[in-house]
Nanobody, 119 residues
């Protein structure tokens, strides 16, 4: 099992910044990719950004140039720096970790942290 604990959400005005953190514990050796997803009310959960154990990153087009994902392997923590926030970034943000185990692909989710951007 892998446990993910998120922090850093909150309320911010448009144009402001927030940094989300996600700490992983447990069987972290099986984890290859960590990332952030978000879900706005009435919408499906969508990918925001991911980062592999090798440092390769991937971003949704809607956040490119504004958000930066990073990973501190020594602390088993992934960060999402969000700048130039827009009201449409308002959502619950979920940390995700996935990798391969003996039974195949496996993934874990954090409990979610609310990000609200006011106009």
């Amino acid at each position: 099992q892998v446990q993910l604990v998120e922090s850093g959400g909150g309320l911010v005005q448009a144009g402001g910044s927030l940094r989300l953190s996600c700490g992983a514990s447990g069987r972290i050796s099986i984890i290859n990719v960590m990332g952030w997803y978000r879900q706005a009310p009435g919408k499906q959960r969508e990918l925001v950004a991911t980062i592999t154990s090798g440092g390769s990153t991937n971003y949704a087009d809607s956040v490119k140039g504004r958000f930066t994902i990073s990973r501190d392997s020594a602390k088993n923590t992934v960060y999402l720096q969000m700048n130039s926030l827009k009201p449409e970034d308002t959502a619950v943000y979920y940390c995700n970790a996935n990798g391969e185990s003996r039974v195949g692909f496996i993934q874990y989710w954090g409990q979610g942290t609310q990000v609200t951007v006011s106009s």
